[in-house]
């Protein structure tokens, strides 16, 4: 019987699992909404679990990524913003006598960074942030081919660098933090208000009036049709990040900096003016040394490195 790792990764809408061999083939995927409770992510598990047997295939090892603020040592999730159902809740061990498997949580954003480490762009590379870019925005720091936790496994909160004294409120409890001018929202926030302000867009006739229909894509796709509005929220967007990626640089001189997350996949508009910016804020040689890069994994990155991370406990192997 073949050996496989279980990877799900529980986010704030959608919880995917997949069940992926050591040298990471996926043989199966399976996904559903999240839910106001883990009935779902015990779905999820069920399912892989039933289709494992089915494949004849043992799953010797779970790894569950979440985001928001983990404890991977004790297995608990201390806080999750868009979960609040795993404020400080065991998840680890409720998922074990669930499964009766050893399973291993961690942050879903240093999960990302882990399945672009094995398999993605961050591939034989020792030193790399991995940013993404959504509903919320996150990090994950790899230095000399390890994840750089902090003394409370909270390093790389990225999207909570002040960026503006008055800011916008955000749901860390300050204001202007990056991630309440950058992030998915925040550009759709910022079309919002040009249509407040009466500007010219060609969004209000595609979503027939109705704004709860705007969305960063929707965005995207009519600023490539040069809507100038459209245009303007993905640049100044784009134009925090690249600040963003400066300190970055001028801190840590990573080889790389991947980007993903689903604002990433807007990767002809974003990246000239993030990579612009950047250069712009940035030392010279640092900047020169540094690869800004989108996802090789795409939004893929997340479950994948569940699953590898399951296959490192597994062997033994800190990381």
Excluded: W
Excluded at 203 to 214: D, H, R
């Amino acid at each position: 019987m073949g050996e496989v790792c279980l990877g799900i990764d529980l986010g704030g809408t959608k919880i995917k699992g997949i069940l992926m061999k050591a040298d990471g083939l996926i043989v199966y995927q399976y996904s559903t909404s999240t839910g106001n409770n883990l009935d779902n992510l015990f779905e999820v598990i069920e399912k892989l679990i039933q289709e494992s047997k089915n494949l004849s295939l043992n799953i010797c090892s779970i790894g569950v990524g979440c985001a928001g603020l983990i404890d991977h040592k004790n297995g608990i999730t201390i806080e999750s913003a868009n979960l609040p159902f795993l404020k400080r809740f065991p998840l680890r061990d409720t998922v074990y006598k669930f499964a009766g498997i050893p399973t291993t949580i961690d942050n879903d954003v240093k999960m990302g960074a882990i399945g672009e480490m094995f398999y993605g762009e961050g591939k034989g590379i020792e030193d790399f942030v991995f940013l993404t870019l959504g509903t919320g925005i996150g990090g994950a720091i790899i230095i000399n081919g390890k994840v750089y936790r902090g003394i409370s496994n909270h390093s790389g909160e990225i999207g909570h660098l002040n960026l503006q004294t008055s800011g916008p409120d955000c749901g860390c409890g300050k204001q202007g933090c990056y991630e309440t001018l950058a992030s998915g929202p925040a550009i759709v926030n910022y079309v919002l208000y040009g249509i407040q302000m009466k500007r010219d867009t060609m969004i209000l006739e595609k979503v027939a009036g109705n704004i709860s229909k705007i969305n960063p894509s929707l965005i995207a796709e009519l600023a490539e049709k040069g809507d100038r509005l459209c245009l303007e929220a993905l640049t100044e967007s784009a134009r925090y990040t690249g600040k963003v990626l400066s300190y970055l640089i001028n801190i840590l001189n990573p080889e790389k900096i991947i980007i993903g997350g689903g604002i990433s996949e807007v990767k002809n508009i974003l990246f000239p003016i993030i990579r612009e910016t950047a250069q712009l804020y940035s030392l010279v040689v640092p900047f020169e040394n540094c690869t800004i890069i989108k996802s090789g994994l795409g939004t893929e990155s997340g479950v994948i490195g569940a699953a590898q991370m399951a296959l490192l406990k597994y062997k033994g192997i800190e990381i």
